[in-house]
């Protein structure tokens, strides 16, 4: 089957770090660029992080660049997003989504105070 699997959310305190991981199967990875969004309760949608597998050429919104970072690996048909430096702000479901939004389920990011 063809799907994109978000993991490694969970409970954070502020300023600390988390890493996220974004496991594809079914399909040629390398012919992809994979993104992270996330979603906030009554907020919407945030593009946060783009790679494309082939040349792991990278983007950030502005929101998270100098603290997040997205890299894959691609033996293992994973894309990471690595966050440190967490806020409150950065509670949300994240998920992973191929560039023709093929997505997966999310993976919920709670930063404590």
């Known amino acids: 089957d063809v799907q994109l699997q978000a993991s490694g959310g969970g409970l954070v305190q502020a300023g600390g770090s988390l890493k996220l991981s974004c496991a594809a199967a079914?399909?040629?990875?390398?012919?992809?660029?994979i993104s992270w969004f996330r979603q906030a309760p009554g907020k919407e949608r945030e593009g946060i992080s783009c790679?494309?597998?082939?040349?792991?050429?990278?983007n950030y919104a502005e929101s998270t660049k100098g603290r997040f970072t997205i890299s894959s690996d691609n033996a293992k048909n994973t894309v990471y997003l690595q966050m440190s430096s967490l806020k409150l702000d950065d509670t949300a479901v994240y998920y992973c989504?191929?560039?023709?939004?093929?997505r997966g389920q999310g993976t919920l990011v709670t930063v404590s105070s």
């Open positions: 989504q191929r560039d023709d939004n093929l």
């Open positions: 079914g399909f040629p990875f390398e012919d992809y660029a």
């Open positions: 790679i494309s597998i082939s040349d792991g050429s990278t």
